[in-house]
């Protein structure tokens, strides 16, 4: 039985959907083929795959995960909004600072750097008690914010 069966067979997806060691068996495959679909550039397959995945009954760790591929993948189909949102969800499940820097550049290339510092402000503030992101002092993003070319002017 090949793997792609398993994502196919309705009884393997309604296990992974109630049953936990099933989910991470079937989140494994599919994000296999996610990957291998984003080596391809089918990046829709790819997202097909993870929307597939979050309907598994995985942890949240996972589910943040899958969020910040599909924030990922959505960047570079240049649809900002809906990356803008799914990083929104993977921090909401589990905050990281890779989460918050994909955010904060999402918003720096659609909306420019003045939203896009007022927002890390926000989201900085809500998750110092974070020890990966509060490592990290506004420093790193007032550099980011320098490099995004043509705002040099505002420092």
């Known amino acids: 039985m090949d793997d792609g069966y398993l994502l196919r067979n309705s009884e393997s997806l309604y296990f992974a959907r109630v049953d936990p060691d099933h989910a991470i068996v079937l989140f494994n495959i599919s994000n296999e083929k996610a990957q291998k679909c984003i080596r391809d550039g089918d990046y829709m397959e790819a997202l097909h795959m993870f929307k597939l995945a979050l309907s598994f009954k995985l942890p949240d760790t996972l589910k943040s995960l899958i969020h910040l591929e ?37 918003i720096l290339k659609s909306e420019g750097p003045n939203v896009a510092l007022s927002n890390w402000l926000h989201f900085y503030r809500e998750y110092t008690s974070n020890e990966e992101i509060s490592i990290y002092s506004l420093h790193e993003i007032v550099v980011l914010i320098i490099n995004y070319k043509g705002h040099l002017s505002l420092f």
């Open 70 to 106: 599909i924030a990922k993948l959505l960047v570079i189909l240049k649809n900002y909004q809906g990356a803008r949102e799914a990083a929104y969800i993977s921090i909401n499940f589990e905050p990281s600072f890779e989460a918050l820097k994909l955010m904060f550049n999402i």
